[in-house]
């Protein structure tokens, strides 16, 4: 068994005051601290005993919505960041981070956004380190990673219809 970190942001249903869930969630997610920042919000801070990260984080959601049934899924993260955020996570400075994006050439990842900052997937980025032996990666680090990144991925495209869907496959297929 591994001890997997990861955080889980839940939206609550309209109107519902987090205070009544809080005794439910002792008893299912008492491996997590719990926190209210935004309105309307529940964050959920994750160390979980599992074979895997992807029971870990399936289990971690269950427990959630079998204390807060109407909750929905907001982001499972580590997933989007930035080079401050992969260079914290990794133990090393931003600039080292950014020499070695500069210095990759065409071969560092693409970011999900360009702009200031610059986004990446996670996971991606672990990948691109652990193929190039720049950086020693925790496997536990990079499981989350990827599971979180297929589950934002997931989540953003149940919001897309059905006929969007096939239209956007076409034109990337092509």
Sequence with gaps: MNEYE?????????GQDPDQYFAALEISCSDAMVGT?????????FTR????????????????????PNAALVEATPDFVGLTDVADLLGFSRQYMRKLMLNSGTTFPSPVHEGKPSIWHLANI??????NNKVKVEDT???????NKKFN???????VSDGDQESIRQLIAS
């Design 6 to 14: 990861f955080e889980l942001t839940f939206k609550l249903p309209q």
């Design 37 to 45: 920042g935004q309105a309307g919000t529940m964050a959920f801070d």
């Design 49 to 68: 005993e599992s074979k895997s990260a992807y029971e870990a984080i399936i289990s971690a959601v269950a427990d959630v919505k079998k204390a807060i």
């Design 126 to 131: 672990l990948v691109w380190l652990k193929e």
């Design 141 to 147: 680090l990079f499981d989350v990673a990827n599971i």
């Design 153 to 159: 991925l997931v989540k953003e495209l149940n919001q």
